[in-house]
């Protein structure tokens, strides 16, 4: 997972926050000219996750997405209160009511998963709504037995190739599947290293 992220937390030191933060007010008002949200990288953090790497973000903590690609995974929500950088509406005594005002370290975001088996790694928040779990099968592995769970699931292939000898389904780039509690899947992957991603319940 990699992500530029403007979050409420700071991951750079004094001295290199002006050397990130002008190229990057440059950018966003090149992409959205005259929007205020511009100016919010200098009130919320600056945060570049490396591969491997997770984020935690409760409710109603301000956050936007700059730049890359990442997995991102939520609870059930019914409404998104924009803040900036978007042309659609802004509703902003919504969102001054809602939002989250406490300053936390950067560390106190960042988690580390915990490993299931030699190809999986699960990104356990502090929350019961969601997890996620990291799978990477290399190439050529005649079997192997995805790790059942006890919720439903979503599985989101990623990157390569393989097969599952219990639903008959060819797994690519793009595949999603719907697993029910309790399924153990087998799968066997191609010449390419297949890797998926797993979303269920943190219970």
Not at 111 to 136: E, G, K, L, S, W
Request: charged share 15%.
């Amino acid at each position: 997972m990699y992500s530029w992220a403007a979050s409420g937390l700071w991951a750079a030191d004094e001295s290199g926050r002006a050397e990130v933060l002008a190229p990057l007010l440059c950018r966003l008002h090149s992409q959205f000219p005259g929007d205020v949200g511009c100016f919010a990288i200098y009130f919320l953090n600056f945060l570049a996750l490396k591969p491997g790497e997770a984020l935690y973000l409760g409710p109603n903590e301000p956050h936007a997405y700059l730049a890359g690609d990442c997995v991102e995974c939520m609870a059930c929500s019914d409404n998104v209160v924009r803040a900036g950088l978007t042309p659609k509406y802004k509703d902003v005594d919504t969102l001054c009511n809602m939002l989250n005002y406490t300053f936390e370290s950067a560390n106190s975001k960042l988690f580390a998963p915990t490993r299931d088996n030699q190809f999986t790694v699960v990104f356990r928040p502090p929350v019961p709504d969601f997890a996620v779990a990291d799978i990477n099968i290399p190439p050529s592995s005649p079997q192997f037995l995805l790790q059942p769970r006890d919720t439903a699931s979503i599985l989101l292939v990623l990157d390569g190739e393989g097969s599952t000898d219990s639903l008959g389904i060819y797994l690519n780039h793009g595949t999603v599947l719907f697993l029910p509690a309790g399924l153990q899947l087998n799968v066997t992957t191609s010449d390419h290293a297949l890797h998926m991603f797993q979303a269920f319940a943190n219970v």
